[in-house]
């Protein structure tokens, strides 16, 4: 029977492993974009991904067309709005699977449990299992703040490579929320190290006082997460983080373990 010309052109278009060569192309260069910090030159993408500049045009033409790129007065790409929606719905996603092991935390901890994300340079709450005493901590499923005064934040940044983090912060500035909020990139970075060495991040009062929060990243996350307890100061003492870090941990790795198998194979 013969192969009519459709067929063809897919086939010669897919990938080894059975996608399609220019849906995976296309995604690749946004994820390009999302390390470059969103916006991005043609010849950058092509030097970052060895694609030559003709076939980044038709992809790029094509991903404007759609609205998840947008091109700029300056001629520059950057990632389109239609992106916030399906980044939105798949953090809803995430943290509703996330919410069973955060629940578990409340139990064997007794504070606040929360989920969180690094959304381009802002961290981001995605989920929230509340405490069940009285005075506990609450932040709202949503919310933004910058990485430099959090211990997820801390916890997430850890992984990247000292000359990212910089530049990350460069960008965001790092204003004090508090009197102990670190505020210089010399400072922070030696503070990623001292995450890296313990296996965990604290926030020692630095977004708000009188309150402590350790936290640990989601290893393997499909995109980069952490999870932790807040509390007031008074009860998440350091002889209160020696019990809880190791069920943080243990809970950031069963439910690393379950994100992964909840994609396909």
């Known amino acids: 029977m013969p192969t009519s010309s459709a067929s063809t052109t ?31 030159g043609l010849s950058e993408l092509s030097a ?12 790029m033409r094509t991903l404007v067309a759609c609205g998840y790129v947008r091109q700029q007065p300056n001629r520059r790409y950057a990632l389109g709005p239609r992106l916030i ?30 989920m969180a994300l690094l959304d381009g340079d802002e961290i981001v709450y995605v989920a929230q299992v509340p405490s069940k005493h009285s005075m506990r901590m609450f932040t709202e499923v949503g919310r933004r703040v910058l990485p430099h005064s959090t211990g997820v934040g801390k916890a997430l940044l850890a992984g990247f490579p000292a000359e990212e983090v910089r530049a990350l912060l460069h960008r965001t500035g790092m204003p004090a929320a508090t009197e102990k909020t670190i505020t210089t990139p010399d400072g922070f970075i030696a503070a990623l190290e001292e995450v890296r060495r313990q296996g965990y991040a604290i926030d020692d009062n630095e977004q708000e006082i009188g309150v402590r929060c350790l936290a640990v990243s989601v290893p393997d996350s499909p995109t980069a997460a952490a999870i932790s307890i807040s509390g007031p100061a008074g009860r998440v003492t350091e002889a209160a983080t020696d019990k809880i870090v190791p069920v943080l941990q243990q809970v950031a790795a069963e439910l690393s373990e379950a994100l992964a198998n909840q994609s396909p194979a």
């Open 85 to 114: 929606r399906l980044g939105e719905s798949a953090a809803r996603l995430l943290g509703t699977w996330a919410r069973p092991y955060l629940a578990r935390l409340v139990e064997e901890t007794g504070e606040t449990a929360n």
């Open 10 to 40: 897919d086939s010669a278009r897919s990938s080894a492993n059975g996608g399609v060569q220019s849906l995976e192309r296309a995604f690749d260069l946004l994820e390009r974009m999302a390390d470059a910090g969103g916006e991005v």
């Open 48 to 59: 970052s991904s060895g694609l030559p500049l003709p076939t980044i045009h038709r992809l």
